[in-house]
């Protein structure tokens, strides 16, 4: 049963701190986004690669947040230095396709809170 | 620019129809509808193309008119496990998504 794995899972850390999220995509797919969900603004796209070639992080604050894919098995989104604001739930989500022409397989989350 | 689903929220009763609706202020290339049950992930239902191309789970239906800018999701003969929240998201450019705020429904017994 293919999933995409997150971790962790929780996180609670202070204000100021590094955060680092991870992702394990569905092996196979070579489409690969970060979301962020939270309760004032829902689902937001902060960035996706496609091939592990980033294509559009406009959603993110480039100032604080980067996102990598240092191989095919692991994407990566940091958060430098984190705020109380960057509170909220990120998923992860992968899909094989081009365009949005496929199904996108959601991560089960990674809850941060920043204190 | 967001989809503006309706409505916000709905009650319903086992067996009872509902309609979701998602609706564009730019011409859309492409539709797709996701439900979150809480504390879970989001998990796709259905795509719908641009031309007409459906791609979803045969319990599901909904339809994309393409003139309006407008996307409907059709839940017929509700049962407990359809409550939930529903996410449309829109692509403009064939490239990404950009959801909808939720239409959150619940059924009872």
């Known amino acids: 049963d293919a999933r995409v794995t997150q971790t962790p899972r929780h996180k609670v850390t202070e204000m100021g701190q590094e955060v680092t999220m991870r992702c394990q995509p569905i092996?196979?797919?070579?489409?690969v986004f970060w979301y962020r969900q939270t309760m004032m603004q829902g689902l937001e796209l902060l960035a996706y690669?496609?091939?592990?070639?980033?294509?559009?992080d406009s959603g993110m604050p480039k100032d604080r947040f980067s996102a990598e894919m240092p191989d095919a098995t692991l994407a990566t989104l940091k958060i430098q230095p984190s705020e109380p604001r960057d509170s909220a739930v990120y998923f992860c989500?992968?899909?094989?396709?081009?365009?949005?022409?496929?199904?996108?397989?959601f991560g089960p989350g990674t809850r941060l809170t920043v204190l | 620019q967001q989809p503006v689903q309706s409505p916000q929220a709905v009650i319903l009763r086992e067996g009872e129809d509902a309609v979701i609706n998602c609706s564009s202020s730019?011409?859309?290339?492409?539709v797709h509808w996701y439900r979150q049950k809480h504390g879970e992930a989001p998990v796709f239902l259905m795509i719908?193309?641009?031309?007409?191309e459906q791609k979803g789970h045969e319990k599901i239906s909904a339809s994309f008119n393409e003139k309006k800018q407008q996307s409907s999701l059709y839940l017929t003969a509700s049962q407990l496990s359809y409550s939930g929240t529903y996410f449309c998201?829109?692509?403009?450019?064939?490239?990404?998504?950009?959801f909808g705020g939720g239409t959150r429904l619940m059924v009872k017994p």
């Open positions: 719908l193309l641009k031309g007409g």
């Open positions: 998201g829109t692509d403009y450019a064939g490239n990404m998504l950009t």
């Open positions: 690669f496609r091939n592990r070639a980033p294509l559009d």
């Open positions: 989500a992968s899909g094989l396709g081009t365009g949005t022409k496929f199904e996108q397989f």
């Open positions: 730019k011409a859309l290339y492409s």
């Open positions: 092996l196979g797919h070579n489409t």
